[in-house]
Nanobody, 114 residues
Framework: QVQLVESGGGLVQAGGSLRLSCAASGIIFRFTAMGWYRQPPGKERELVATITSRDKTNYAESVKGRFTISRDNTKNMVFLQMDRLKPEDTAVYYC????????WGQGIQVTVSS
């Protein structure tokens, strides 16, 4: 059964840090590119960062230099380290497989207060 479960969100002050985790099951994880997405209040879902099976990373301009995506193939997990958070980073964050997309998980709320 394919499943994506996000965790690690919460409330943080501007300038703070959070680390999100995503556990994936039902896929051959080590061969699969992964991505983090977010949906701010009242807006469309947007791509935040991706990581290929060979650890090549790509970031949205709005998070470059502040966020870091990584993966642990031994645990079938992908992470998003978020530093120097801004109020505009407030959103529900999701992980998924870029382009092909699996069923979306519930996501995890990240709220950054000013």
């Amino acid at each position: 059964q394919v499943q994506l479960v996000e965790s690690g969100g919460g409330l943080v002050q501007a300038g703070g840090s959070l680390r999100l985790s995503c556990a994936a099951s039902g896929i051959i994880f080590r061969f699969t590119a992964m991505g983090w997405y977010r949906q701010p209040p009242g807006k469309e879902r947007e791509l935040v960062a991706t990581i290929t099976s060979r650890d090549k990373t790509n970031y949205a301009e709005s998070v470059k230099g502040r966020f870091t995506i990584s993966r642990d193939n031994t645990k079938n997990m992908v992470f998003l380290q978020m530093d120097r958070l801004k109020p505009e980073d407030t959103a529900v964050y999701y992980c998924n497989v870029p382009v092909t997309y699996l069923d979306w998980g519930q996501g995890i709320q990240v709220t950054v207060s000013s």
